[in-house]
């Protein structure tokens, strides 16, 4: 068999099968990694129907529910979630917040290479920053004890941890959310302190979903979507929110 039954193997799982594109897409790797490294025969030119993405609309809440749902999470989840709807965070981003980049007198929070590697900066929610305040102490406490045992670090990509070196020990760079225990820089191989892993806020995400009544399958991208939908529903232009 060559590039005719390759062709009309994915071609059937499209229009047959109606199998999502990323099923496809698995399918086409694996039988080109057959032929390259098994069959030892490179395909060429091959031609074959696409299966279709699907269009999907993003869910959003309302102010009520998203409200709802904040006041439902607990501690420090409860932080994230205010961060995630009044600023329009991703999780990832979010996580990734340094107290460097909290400005209380512009009241603008900096986001360092967000998606497609863009730096951007968005609002500090006012209802945040007494929560943002009370957390930076609290950093403040777990930095010290990690210098007075030696550590201090805090974990830096490997091009800035060359460049800035133990200036990583200062308290600006370390994280806002700060992981519960060190760990070992899988990159340098030294010891710092990550920032928080997503699986908790999820899970606290759940839970609070839940005990708000809110019937909508929610997840912490939706938070991103309805940030923007607020701003359209108050007045604001669309190409500011873009």
């Given at each position: 068999?060559?590039?005719?039954?390759?062709?009309?193997?994915?071609?059937?799982?499209?229009?047959?099968?109606?199998?999502?594109?990323?099923?496809?897409?698995?399918?086409?790797?694996?039988?080109?990694?057959?032929?390259?490294?098994?069959l030892?025969?490179?395909?060429?030119?091959i031609?074959?129907?696409?299966?279709?993405?699907?269009?999907?609309?993003?869910?959003?809440?309302?102010?009520?529910?998203?409200?709802?749902?904040?006041?439902?999470?607990?501690?420090?989840?409860?932080?994230?979630?205010?961060?995630?709807?009044?600023?329009?965070?991703?999780?990832?981003?979010?996580?990734?917040?340094?107290?460097?980049?909290?400005?209380?007198?512009?009241?603008?929070?900096?986001?360092?290479?967000?998606?497609?590697?863009?730096?951007?900066?968005?609002?500090?929610?006012?209802?945040?920053?007494?929560?943002?305040?009370?957390?930076?102490?609290?950093?403040?406490?777990?930095?010290?004890?990690?210098m007075?045992?030696?550590?201090?670090?805090?974990?830096?990509?490997?091009?800035?941890?060359?460049?800035?070196?133990?200036?990583a020990?200062?308290?600006?760079?370390?994280?806002?959310?700060?992981?519960?225990?060190?760990?070992?820089?899988?990159?340098?191989?030294?010891?710092?302190?990550?920032?928080?892993?997503?699986?908790?806020?999820?899970?606290?995400?759940k839970?609070?979903?839940?005990?708000?009544?809110?019937?909508?399958?929610?997840?912490?991208?939706?938070?991103?979507?309805s940030?923007?939908?607020?701003?359209?529903?108050?007045?604001?232009?669309?190409?500011?929110?873009?």
């Amino acid at each position: 068999m060559g590039e005719l039954e390759v062709e009309q193997f994915l071609t059937h799982l499209a229009i047959t099968l109606k199998v999502s594109p990323s099923t496809q897409n698995q399918a086409l790797c694996a039988v080109i990694f057959m032929y390259r490294h098994v069959l030892e025969k490179d395909l060429t030119n091959i031609n074959f129907t696409f299966a279709k993405t699907p269009v999907r609309v993003p869910k959003v809440l309302s102010h009520c529910d998203a409200i709802a749902i904040i006041d439902k999470l607990r501690g420090v989840h409860h932080t994230i979630g205010t961060l995630m709807y009044g600023g329009g965070f991703r999780i990832s981003e979010v996580l990734r917040l340094r107290i460097k980049d909290f400005d209380f007198d512009r009241n603008t929070i900096f986001i360092f290479r967000s998606k497609g590697q863009k730096d951007r900066l968005t609002m500090f929610p006012e209802l945040a920053k007494t929560d943002i305040f009370k957390q930076i102490q609290k950093v403040e406490s777990i930095h010290q004890k990690d210098m007075d045992e030696g550590y201090g670090l805090s974990s830096l990509p490997p091009s800035l941890i060359r460049k800035y070196g133990k200036a990583a020990t200062n308290l600006s760079w370390q994280y806002i959310f700060p992981s519960t225990t060190r760990c070992v820089n899988p990159y340098d191989g030294y010891i710092c302190r990550h920032h928080l892993h997503q699986t908790g806020f999820r899970k606290g995400l759940k839970k609070a979903v839940q005990e708000a009544g809110v019937l909508k399958r929610v997840t912490s991208h939706t938070f991103w979507h309805s940030f923007a939908t607020r701003l359209l529903e108050t007045g604001r232009d669309i190409r500011v929110v873009q």
